[in-house]
Structures are given as C-alpha cells and as structure tokens.
C-alpha cells in the first residue's frame, strides 16, 4: 500500500492535498507536522504534513511526489496543530489558510524553524593530531582541543564560559585544519535555575489579590478558566505576574495576550524589571525578520514568557503552564480583516483546555460573553474591587447638555469643573472619540458637506494637515478653501480631538495640552513621549481618543470628561451599548489613580437613556445585568449564537443578489437555524464597494455549525461566489 501525505497548502481550498513521499535517496518520510516542498500546478509550495494516509481519492499513478522535507524535527506538534485544525473547523475557514496565517511569512517560504548557532568542532585530523599529543608547543591550543574532544561541538557562549580569549587558538587550529566551524541549530537551552527566575520582588499583595492568585494558582496542572474582574488600578497585572512566577519556577512557560494598543513599553519594562528570563515579543509592528526571530524563541523554548497580541494565541509554547488574556473583552482580539476571522480570546481558551493549563481572562470591564461564561458556571469569577494605593473610585455625573451652555462642545459645567481641578495641581482628561479638527465641512451658502466619494461617508477636516480625510477608505484631499459646488465659504462643523485641544488651548492659555490620538502617535517613541510627559506631569491636560482608556497609568489625573457619550446610545448593532459602557468605564478609570479622588463628568443630552442610568446607579455590574437581561430577551449572543455571511461588489445589487442566491440555496434551513437578511450594510458603500450581509442564527452552537458545514460548499459553488468577495464571520462582534 502506498504511503500518502496530506498536505495543507495556502490556498482557498477547504481540503488538504495528496502527495507521495518524495523519490530522492536519504530523503526522511515527513512526519505529521513537517514542512514540505510541493510541487502545485506550475508553482512550488511550501506546505505542512497535517496526516499520513494509507490511500487517496486520487489514483496513485497521477500523485506527484514531495520535492523536498524541509524540516528535520516537526515544526507543529500535535498541539500545534490540533489548534490550528480546531480553528479551521469552527471558524469554517481552509486549514492551510489556517495554518499560514499562525506562521511568520519566512517560515511560510521555507526558511529553517531553528535559529542556527555557529559551532567549532573537531575534524578527523584533529583527533589525529591530539591522538599525537600535537601541538607541542602551543598550550592553548592543545586545551582547546581538548576540550572539544571532552564536550563535542562548541558554541562560542560555551567557549567564553570557559575563560581566556580562545579566538586566536581557533584560527589558528582552523587553518591547520584541526578544527572547522558549522552552523547547527539551535536546540531548546536549558531553563534558567529556578531561584534565578525573579529579579525583583513585587509590592505586598492587597488580600483579594493574594486570594485570586492562590485560587488560580490551585488549578496549576489541569484546565480551568477564571474570570479576573477588577476594577481599574486593583492590580491585575500584578497577579499575572505573581501566577507567571510561579509557573517559571515550576520550569514551565507562560503566553500573556494583550489587546493591540496594549503591549507598550511600560508594560514589557515591568515583565523585564520582574523576571530575569527571555522573552518573546509577538505583534503586528514587527518586520518578518522580527516576527521569525520572536517565533523561533518561543518555539525552541528559549523564550520564557511568551507575550504578544491576537496571532500569539497560535505561538508555539513548550511546556505550557498558564494563559493570560489581559483586557480580554478589547475588541482587537477579534481578527476581523481578512478571511480568517477568529477570535484570539476564544480560542486561547480552548488552547488552555486542550493544554490542561489554567488560563485567566483579565478585565475591569468584562465582555458580556465571558460575564454570562461565569454566571453559567463554566469560569470562574474573581473580583478585585479595591484599588490599590488608597485611591478612592471617582465619582460619576452626567451633565445634561439641554441644560447648559455648550461652547466648541465643552459645557460650562465642564469647563468650571477643569478650572477647578486644574487650579488645585490636578491634571485633567478630555475623552472624545473622534481625531481630527472637524467630523464635517459644510457650505455656509449652499448648504454642501465635502462627501467621501468611495463611501456613504463625510470628510473629517485635519485642519493643521490641511487636509480632508476619510477615515472608512483612507482618501485624502487638500482642504478646499471654498466650497466646490458654489464657490462660497466653507466651515469645519462639529468637533474632533484637534479641534478640543485648540479650544481648550484659547481657554487655558497656561496650561500644557497633550493630545492622544492615531494622528499624533505614528511611529515608535511617539507614544512613549507623549507618556512621559503626562505622567512627569509637564502636561496638564490630555485630549484622547480610544487610545487613551488602555491601561496607561497616570496618577494625577483627578478629572475625567466625556464630551460624547451619546454616539453608540441608538446604534443598530446590539453590541454597542456594551462598547459604550466599556468606554466610560475604562476612560472613568484613568482618574483618581493616585491618592487624590477623582471626578467624572459625562456629557450627554440623553440623561435619562436606560444604559447611562444603569450605569451610573449599579456601576459596570448594574450594567451588565441589565444588559444581560436585554440580550436574553432578543435572543442575541451569549443567549444565540451567530454567524454573518458578507460581501462586497461593484454594485448594490451584485451585492445582495451573492447573498440572495446563498439564501436561496439553504432552502427552508433546519429547525432551530434562522436567515435574517440579506440586508445591505449600515454604512453600504465603503472605499467604492457595497457592501452586504445575511445573518446566520440559532440557539445550539452545534446546530449552527452542522448547517453551516452543509450550506457553505454549496456556497462556494455559486458562479456569484467567484464575482463578488465574500467572508464568513463566526461569532461577529460588529455588526453593519
Ligand atoms: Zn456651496
Ligand atoms: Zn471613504
């Protein structure tokens, strides 16, 4: 019987492909989880041996061989890819997409899986030359010689270790040919000694911390999924860190998740002030080169710590001991671009459970999803509610802008309040969650608003750019000093970041204003300076965007304004009351950090709006029962489960009729299966395209998948599905 390889290749097949062993002598059989050459069509590509199979659909006399095994030790173990394939199924997604979108782009062209190390060893005339106590007059050579004799190939680590400059020995024993160099790989190093592992001690642990890490530290060895609820400034981090010293300790690895905007220098400076282990860094700044040197110290095991954004999630991990996911409800887990949509929290718990390991799901603000997890029982909720370093929770208020005086969007009430806590040493926080000097540029004549023309979209004005952009497609224009459709004056309308940070300059004349936003942060440093100078306290107040809610530490923050709260009150998508609510909390939790109390202040002309009321009255848990309870009613996610089928086209109607036909082909769907839509999107057309979208529903997860497994080779059959571009989003977060 012949022997088949199946191999998972980069393309938009759902099935892997047969190959025969390749015919070269001394060409190993690939194990399950290799790298293999393959010949494809007219291409050659590198693919990974997901499974060897004893016979193929294919008659064996029209299956190519492999060309060549490209890797000695498998570059996936079974857990590896058990995720990966785990992924492939529940996301309906092809594997060997899968499979390409969890490795470096190196790896996916056939470069090594292990760094190479360079190492000197002995030749066969060299131990001829030793064998004749040769040389004779040179000691250091000889003992260099010895010793590679004694120990094997060296690396030069290992001849440092042994004192003295060893250099001018090993030239001179290479050129007589005693000794040569190779690059070997890099094979796993041996652990740090355990009493080595911890730099520094951390601070005395509050006794709800010290209780949440014994609870979780329990659970070391087997899978459990814990539910870190702590209000901001409770000390989260520094449970994880407690949890990861212990797994270090035990010999074992840890993987921390954190969301995009996460993973800032404060944060790795504190993992590397801890412990004194290597570390990998994952996230999506890094070039390819970075990326493959990071992946091949969490592979090898060099690495200790493993850290990264969403991708970490399929890192290789030796050894595993805990999963951390830090702000876990933070909608960059979710990989939402692309074809592959997955959601990195999901799935590291699965990982967690297929490992046997702990994982720790950390917010102040946990997702609704994970909140209804605990209530249900599957994870395990642990509260931190008092904030360390005696700093009180600040204090809420809404002002209701039917009331008062509104100037450049900030009310009086907010403004005396600044004035207020400005005059006292505090510095103050401005939260809009719109960059730019303007979201419009209206015609004071003829009434014109400058449109995107690629999507249902205005123009935000970047007044200091001199610019008109769109921030759905990216176009960008020269601002028009008139109007294009009349010729007479424009004006900027409404508010943005830019636009707050200039007001609130004429109105605070002496005061340094930093402003936090995509606009002002564009390459690394930026944020790092901006950082410093509002934790030095050389700025006093801070104009931000969403960056400014993620886990930054400023102590002196004593009040906090949220100029718009009501964008996301009357939203179409069930989602975004819970996005508000995060936001105000988050944003809440950046004041009063240090030892003085903070004040909110939240701007809003629905004061009486269920959510804001809620909140304000039962805090993020009044919210999130009340929401809760709203969800279960409608039947939304956590109480259904979706899935959303999407495209795009050149017209609204190729659009729709894509998902008209996909429609049509389900038929009447199974009990317990329901179709909404097809529906053209919120926001329709979007960088020139239109987009669509068909909603999939129902109460089982199991349900939902079966169909989905019947109806989506059907889909792919459609002579539409070749002319429009369309996705399959599993368990969406954002719906248009
Ligand atoms: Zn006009
Ligand atoms: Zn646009």
Not at 261 to 281: E, N, Y
Request: glycine fraction near 8%.
């Amino acid at each position: 019987m012949p022997t088949i390889l199946r191999v998972a290749l980069d393309t938009p097949l759902r099935r892997p492909f047969d190959y025969l062993p390749a015919t070269a002598p001394d060409t190993p059989l690939p194990g399950v989880g290799r790298r293999v050459r393959v010949p494809f069509g007219r291409r050659r590509l590198v693919g990974v041996v997901v499974a060897i199979a004893d016979s193929s659909d294919v008659p064996t006399a029209r299956l190519k061989p492999v060309l060549e095994v490209l890797d000695p030790q498998p570059l996936l173990d079974a857990a590896s890819l058990a995720i990966l394939e785990w992924a492939a199924q529940y996301y309906h997604h092809p594997i060997g997409q899968v499979l390409a979108s969890a490795l470096p782009r190196p790896l996916r062209l056939g470069a090594p899986a292990a760094a190479s190390l360079r190492c000197w060893q002995l030749t066969a005339a060299g131990e001829a030359a030793l064998a004749a106590s040769e040389p004779r007059r040179a000691p250091r050579q000889r003992s260099l010689l010895e010793l590679l004799c004694e120990r094997g190939p060296a690396t030069a680590a290992d001849l440092d270790s042994h004192g003295g400059d060893w250099r001018p020995a090993a030239r001179a024993l290479s050129a007589r040919g005693w000794i040569s160099t190779e690059q070997v790989p890099a094979v796993s190093l041996p652990p740090p000694p355990a009493s080595a592992i911890v730099r520094t001690a951390g601070p005395e642990l509050l006794s709800e911390q010290a209780a949440a890490v014994e609870a979780i530290a329990a659970s070391l060895g087997r899978f459990a999924a814990f539910v870190l609820h702590g209000i901001t400034g409770s000390g989260k981090t520094e449970v994880y860190l407690r949890l990861i010293e212990r797994v270090l300790q035990a010999g074992q690895r840890a993987l921390v998740l954190v969301p995009e905007i996460g993973l800032t220098p404060q944060l790795l400076t504190r993992f590397r002030a801890r412990f004194d282990a290597p570390m990998a860094v994952l996230h999506s700044a890094l070039t390819d080169h970075e990326r493959l040197l990071a992946w091949r110290d969490a592979f090898s095991g060099r690495a200790r710590i493993v850290i990264g954004t969403r991708s970490a999630v399929f890192a290789p991990v030796p050894d595993l001991g805990v999963i951390v996911v830090d702000e876990e409800h933070d909608g960059s887990f979710k990989q939402h671009e692309g074809g592959f949509r997955y959601s990195a929290r999901d799935l590291a718990v699965w990982r967690a459970q297929h490992a046997a390991v702990p994982v720790v799901l950390g917010s102040a603000t946990p997702a609704l999803e994970t909140l209804h997890n605990a209530v249900a029982g599957r994870y395990r909720l642990l509260r931190l509610e008092r904030r360390a370093a005696r700093a009180a929770l600040p204090l809420l208020k809404l002002v209701d802008l039917r009331q008062h005086a509104v100037q450049s969007g900030i009310s009086t009430p907010a403004l005396q309040a600044m004035q207020k806590h400005l005059a006292a040493g505090g510095q103050v926080l401005v939260f809009l969650n719109r960059r730019g000097y303007a979201p419009t540029l209206l015609c004071t004549a003829c009434g014109w608003i400058a449109p995107c023309r690629e999507c249902d979209a205005r123009l935000t004005v970047h007044l200091a750019a001199g610019r008109l952009r769109c921030h759905h497609c990216g176009a960008d224009a020269p601002l028009p000093p008139r109007c294009l459709q009349c010729g007479f004056s424009v004006k900027p309308v409404g508010q943005g970041t830019e636009r707050i940070a200039e007001t609130l300059a004429a109105r605070f004349p002496d005061m340094p204003i930093a402003r936090l936003d995509r606009d002002v942060v564009r390459q690394r440093g930026d944020l790092e300076e901006l950082m410093r100078r509002m934790s030095s306290g050389e700025a006093r107040i801070l104009v931000g965007t969403q960056m400014v809610t993620k886990g930054h530490h400023f102590p002196d923050v004593t009040l906090v304004l949220v100029l718009n709260a009501d964008q996301g009150l009357f939203s179409t998508d069930f989602r975004a009351p819970e996005r508000l609510a995060q936001t105000i909390v988050q944003v809440a939790g950046r004041a009063g950090r240090g030892a003085r109390a903070g004040e909110v202040l939240i701007q809003t002309e629905f004061p009486d709006h269920p959510l804001l009321t809620s909140l304000l009255t039962g805090g993020y848990d009044g919210f999130a029962r009340a929401a809760l309870e709203e969800r279960a009613q409608a039947a939304w996610p956590p109480f259904s489960r979706l899935a959303a089928l999407r495209d795009s086209a050149a017209t609204p109607q190729a659009a729709l009729a894509f998902l008209t036909a996909a429609r049509a082909l389900a038929g009447r769907p199974p009990a317990g299966v329901q179709l909404l839509g097809p529906v053209p999107a919120a926001m329709a057309k979007r960088a020139g395209r239109y987009h669509a979208q068909l909603l999939i529903e129902s109460r089982a997860r199991a349900t939902l998948h079966r169909f989905l497994d019947e109806w989506l080779p059907e889909i792919e059959q459609l002579k539409s599905a070749r002319t429009v571009r369309w996705t399959l989003d599993v368990d969406p977060i954002a719906l248009f």
